[in-house]
């Protein structure tokens, strides 16, 4: 029943497919290595950000980057955290609205702050991090909190970059689970036309699909706390509360919008 509510709800957003268009050739080759020396600023300037910006447990070089590649997810945990990841799915589609149904009022605060200020995907990637921690069935020592960029290959990177994105490769954040990549929060565009790579659904739960690259590091556990410490701060209370509280939320959009999908069936 959740789960094919939770496909009927996908498919419901829309949801962007990435399918590439033979019609657009490949970006330029000329001046590689101008390129390269300018990727590798790019890819400074982010980890330089991280450390000014938002918090680092560790110093970043460029040399000690890791590669994401993830293994397929196991369907049994997908399935046991399957309304703690539509939770952040209903967080990351409705973070533009001015006022999200079902959460509450900090999570509403929280949400437009990162929406407006940057660092969505850090901070669901928080959220989320710590409901799998608390709620689900997972060691907690394969839960990991990452941080670095993303290099995603666009057809054409002038329409690429009037889409609003900032560039190829850009600051990002997501999980670790059981060496799965996990990440609800990946900016992409409905229009086709600028990517080159398969079929996907917008999130990425297990192996990177081919076209684009998540590149970082590992966090430590205490750096994921220092953002929740953050964001408490101003509201005064606790982090188990503040876990709760979006745990809360979560059975709340579930509970709230089967619901309302019986209610549209019924009147119909």
């Known amino acids: 029943m959740l789960n094919s509510f939770i496909h009927n709800f996908e498919e419901g957003f829309n949801l962007y497919r990435l399918v590439p268009n033979p019609e657009y050739s490949h970006l330029s ?18 980890l330089e950000e991280f450390k000014k910006t938002w918090f680092v447990g560790f110093d970043y070089k460029i040399d000690d980057v890791i590669s994401f590649d993830g293994k397929e997810f196991f369907e049994s945990h997908e399935n046991q955290i399957s309304i703690l990841l539509f939770y952040i799915q209903y967080l990351y589609a409705n973070a533009d609205k001015e006022n999200v149904l079902y959460i509450d009022e900090n999570t509403k605060q929280e949400l437009y702050w990162h929406q407006n200020n940057g660092g969505l995907c850090i ?11 608390t709620y689900s069935e997972i060691e907690n020592d394969n839960i990991i909190y990452c941080q670095g960029y993303y290099d995603v290959t666009v057809n054409d990177l002038d329409t690429f970059l009037e889409c609003g994105q900032a560039g190829k490769i850009g600051l990002h954040a997501w999980l670790e689970v059981n060496d799965s990549v996990v990440d609800v929060s990946i900016k992409q565009i409905e229009n086709e036309r600028i990517y080159k790579f398969k079929e996907k659904p917008f999130y990425v739960l297990g192996k990177v699909p081919e076209g684009i690259e998540y590149n970082g590091f590992r966090e430590t556990h205490s750096c994921a706390k220092k953002y929740v410490k953050k964001m408490i701060k101003s509201n005064g209370i606790k982090r188990e509360e503040w876990i709760h509280n979006h745990n809360q939320n979560a059975l709340r959009v579930i509970y709230s919008l089967i619901q309302k999908g019986k209610e549209s069936e019924n009147s119909q």
């Open 29 to 46: 080759q000329e001046n590689s290595n101008e390129q390269e020396i300018e990727k590798d600023d790019g890819i400074i300037e982010i």
């Open 123 to 133: 901070y669901l990637s928080i959220v989320l991090y710590f409901l799998l921690r």
